[in-house]
Nanobody
């Protein structure tokens, strides 16, 4: 059973940066996608960014394009999310997830596809 452990959340001012990390306890198949979801109070969990492990394709939701960067260190089995120019609307609990990807190199955006989840790390951005 793969375990995912996030870290790096915190409270910052608008315009500042944070870097989230997600360490996987064991090897994750190269056919999988790893990514980040977030959930704000009273809202549904939404996808933020994905990386297809084999293809290396990166996917970002529109609201974070140009501000967030997802990356993966294969040697450390760790996923990262560099978040720059943070906005108050980025405030949420951020979750790392892993699940099957598409053979085309794309990733599913539905939470139900992802079998493995971290416990979440809180990001709070004040104006």
């Amino acid at each position: 059973q793969v375990q995912l452990v996030e870290s790096g959340g915190g409270s910052v001012q608008a315009g500042e940066s944070l870097k989230l990390s997600c360490a996987a306890s064991e090897y994750i198949s190269s056919t999988y996608c790893m990514g980040w979801f977030r959930q704000a109070p009273g809202k549904e969990r939404e996808w933020v960014a994905f990386i297809h492990i084999r293809g290396g394709n990166l996917w970002y939701t529109d609201s974070v394009k140009g501000r967030f960067t997802i990356s993966r260190d294969n040697a450390k089995n760790t996923l990262y999310l560099q978040m720059d120019y943070l906005k108050p609307e980025d405030t949420a609990m951020y979750y790392c997830a892993a699940g099957p990807g598409l053979s085309s190199g794309a990733c599913y955006t539905s939470t139900g596809v992802y079998a493995y989840w971290g416990q979440g790390t809180q990001v709070t951005v004040s104006s």
